[in-house]
Each structure stands twice: as C-alpha cells, then as structure tokens.
C-alpha cells in the first residue's frame, strides 16, 4: 500500500500502482471527470500515470495553467495527427502549447495556406469524437533513433540525438506517435472546439540558417461555448487595434520606407503623445524621481565593455561620402 496526501492534509491508503485517475474517482466521479492532469510530489503527470510510492497529490482542471496547458498540448499532437492523416510525408517540428493555444511547426510535401485550416479543423473533431487515449511509452535513445530515422522525420531525429538516454518517451493518439515528455488529456474526446487561427513561417529552432518551416497555430477548448466567446471576444479586440484606430483617428502612420512598426505621428498624435509625456513627468516629479538624459550614441569602449560591440559584424555600419562642392 502507498499514503497519499492531499492538499487539505488528509492522508488516505491506495494499492500501489494505482493511477491518479482512479484516486480521484474514489473521492468523487465529479472530481475524476473535470480533472485534466495532476500533480504527484510537484511533478505533473497523466492521470492515468501509475504512482507506485508515498506521493502528495492535486489535480488540476481547465481553470488551472496547469489543466489548459495540457488541453493545449494534447490539441497540438491531435493536429499532428490530422496533418500526418491529410498530408501523407510530412515531417514535424515541434508542437507545444503556448499562452493562448498551441502550434506546430511543419515540413509539408506541399504548401498550407490559411485556405487549408478549415480541412484540418474537420479532421481534428472528426480524430477527436474517437476518444483516442494518449498513451505513453518510455524508450531507449537508440529505439527513439530507429524510430524516426524509419519513419524519415529528421526534425525529431535531431531533437532525440540532443536528449539524454533514460529521459525519452513517446505519446500516441491513434495512428500517431510523438516524441514528447507529456503530460497530456487521458483522451482526445476532451477537446470539443477547435480553431485553427493562421499560418506563418518559422525557421527550423530558430535559426535564420536552418528551413524555413510551416507554423500553424490554434486554440481549442472543452466547450463549443468558449470557442465563441474567445472568437466574439478576438472581434472585439480588432476594432480596438491600436494600428486601426491610429489611422481612423489620424494619430500616426507607417511607411515601408521608414519600416514596419515605426510610427510616424501626425499632428493630432503628436499632441497626445505630449500630454501623455506631461503627465507622466508629473507623477514622477510627485513621487521624487529626477530626471537625466544621455547621449543618443557612445565611445566605442563602452559597447566594448556591455558586450554589444563584439556582436557587430565589420561591415554593420559603412562610412557616408557625401560629394564635396567647390
């Protein structure tokens, strides 16, 4: 038997092996249905993760950062998923969750466009009403490798030749396998809404040197409800733009000339931003700040001295020759 203790401090006996899951179905069939993933001694598992020694437990629902960044993270692999379904001999990046959704960066046989997300979104809910399980397998270094080097997904190959042997497992949900540390949903059937928001372009682990792979991105959610609410909420945040209402309030412009997110402000800008300056030079006068100003450029030593220098190239800035009238 193992002692599990939870957050209020009560301690309750358990066979070894038993999962999270099954812990919290013997408290409340409630608490088992809304959880998403737990904690056992400050680590987050699956719930379906055996505990096989004394733990201190907590589960974590949708409400929690911990529950909407495992929802996020099992939507990137069912998205994976359906691109390997749709896009026979892609190859994949990595897909994690973020703040607000998820993505996955992509090497396609063949271009994705905005124009394809609404396919991939059908195929997603059509993957996720099979309630695939996540399951989880721990695998040696040397496996990880001859798995993908079969399978021809450099991108994960790279990533496993980095990781140490003993720290590698894979998740998969349906006819996909990934190489990921977890943790995840018990089931796909969890995610009810999805919208895939854009497509852009991501170098390879950020590197400008590497392929310029394929990033879709998205957002899911356990209710067709919040979908809604998130998009109604996105079309509101569009009128209040501040590059909308800069150019309807004719507050400042842009110029590819001058370049992309430099603002040239107009007179009725220009204004604002003064009072705004004012008024800030106000509130720190009152709570006693004094004000200094530096000079816009330095002596070389000083970008010696911060480290900067060192990362400028010979060529980072030409001498000006100006022609010489007389």
């Not at 998205?79 to 994949?92: Q, T, V």
């Not at 190489?179 to 991501?202: E, F, Q, W």
């Not at 899911?220 to 919040?226: E, G, I, R």
Request: some cysteine.
């Amino acid at each position: 038997m193992i002692k599990i203790t939870f957050p209020d401090g009560n301690v309750k006996e358990f066979a070894k092996g038993t999962t999270a899951y099954q812990i919290a179905e013997s408290i409340s069939p409630r608490l088992a249905a809304d959880s998403l993933v737990a904690s056992v001694n400050g680590a987050t598992v699956d719930l379906n993760r055996a505990i096989e020694e004394d733990a201190s437990i907590k589960f974590y629902k949708w409400d929690d950062p911990e529950g909407k960044h495992a929802f996020w993270h099992t939507s990137s692999h069912l998205l994976a998923e359906a691109l390997e379904a749709l896009y026979p001999g892609i190859k994949f990046g990595i897909g994690p969750a973020i703040e607000n959704g998820f993505y996955y960066d992509v090497d396609s046989p063949v271009p994705i466009t905005e124009a394809d997300l609404e396919t991939i979104e059908k195929k997603m809910i059509e993957l996720s009403r099979n309630k695939e399980q996540l399951i989880r397998t721990e695998v040696s270094k040397a496996d990880a490798l001859k798995n993908f080097t079969e399978k021809g997904d450099p991108y994960k190959v790279e990533l496993i030749r980095d990781l140490e042997d003993g720290t590698i497992s894979f998740y998969t949900n349906g006819a996909f396998t990934d190489l990921c540390r977890g943790p995840h949903l018990p089931n796909t059937g969890l995610i009810k809404a999805i919208k895939l928001t854009s497509v852009a372009g991501a170098y390879w682990r950020g590197n400008e040197k590497n392929k310029m792979l394929t990033r879709i991105y998205g957002i899911s959610f356990p209710k067709k409800s919040m979908l809604d609410e998130y998009l109604a909420m996105m079309e509101e945040a569009k009128k209040r733009d501040h590059r909308k209402l800069g150019k309807e309030l004719e507050l400042f412009c842009f110029s590819q000339r001058v370049g992309q997110g430099l603002p040239l402000w107009l007179p009725k800008g220009a204004a604002l931003r003064d009072r705004l300056e004012q008024f800030l030079r106000g509130v720190q006068k009152e709570y006693g700040y004094q004000q200094v100003i530096t000079p816009h450029i330095g002596n070389k030593e000083l970008y010696v001295t911060s480290g900067h220098y060192a990362k400028y190239g010979k060529d980072s800035f030409q001498p000006i020759h100006t022609p010489i009238e007389g």
